[in-house]
T-cell receptor, first 112, second 116 residues
């Protein structure tokens, strides 16, 4: 089983739609969680950090469920510019919290 | 203008040659990292360094070497021993509280290496 699993997509949605991605992780001792956005042939950029149960930033909401070991990202009112790959990222356990474990990403396509 | 720079952006190498990828940061971050990304896959950790003059192997260190003589710089050498070096290489740095796990990594623009 992969340490971080994501549905690769692509999710193809119209502008204005609400879309949600889920991500599951295997290490129950993981402490912190992140969503990164990666555009084609570019570096990942930090979108949101999740240290407690959730985080909200404008149209983006991340939720953490530690009991079920999954994190979700909700995007409301999708824009064309939201088209990208979204990477779910989890830290290691306490003694390796420096280490980030990346999912393979979920691709989002927002169409006009 | 603070950030992480990587050079070159594109690099072509003949089989059997060593090549060094540059990574510099002026964010005053203690920790630096090297990742490799292959098409359709997640990032895999090659090496990391939490302080100057110290570095540790990541998950796929074979065929790579690093040095950390200065806080700002963490060059990666891809040696001829690396069997499949063609990939997108990303350098990152971070500063944070490792005890709490609140460690956010920031990435450079990457170097795309192609072995001919």
């Amino acid at each position: 089983r992969k340490e971080v699993e994501q549905d690769p997509g692509p999710f193809n949605v119209p502008e204005g739609a609400t879309v949600a991605f889920n991500c599951t992780y295997s290490n129950s001792a993981s402490q912190s969680f992140f969503w990164y956005r990666q555009d084609c042939r570019k570096e990942p950029k930090l979108l949101m950090s999740v240290y407690s149960s959730g985080n909200e930033d404008g149209r983006f909401t991340a939720q953490l469920n530690r009991a079920s070991q999954y994190i979700s990202l909700l995007i409301r009112d999708s824009k064309l510019s939201d088209s990208a790959t979204y990477l779910c990222v989890v830290t290691g356990a306490m003694d390796s919290s420096y280490k980030l474990i990346f999912g393979s990403g979920t691709r989002l396509l927002v169409r006009p | 203008d603070g950030g992480i720079t990587q050079s070159p952006k594109y690099l072509f190498r003949k089989e059997g040659q060593n090549v060094t990828l540059s990574c510099e940061q002026n964010l005053n971050h203690d920790a630096m990292y090297w990742y490799r990304q292959d098409p359709g896959q997640g990032l895999r950790l090659i090496y990391y360094s939490q302080i100057v003059n110290d570095f540790q192997k990541g998950d796929i260190a074979e065929g790579y070497s690093v040095s950390r003589e200065k806080k700002e710089s963490f060059p990666l050498t891809v040696t001829s021993a690396q069997k499949n070096p063609t990939a997108f290489y990303l350098c990152a740095s971070s500063m944070g509280d490792y005890g709490s796990g609140r460690v956010e990594q920031f990435f450079g623009p990457g170097t795309r290496l192609t072995v001919l």
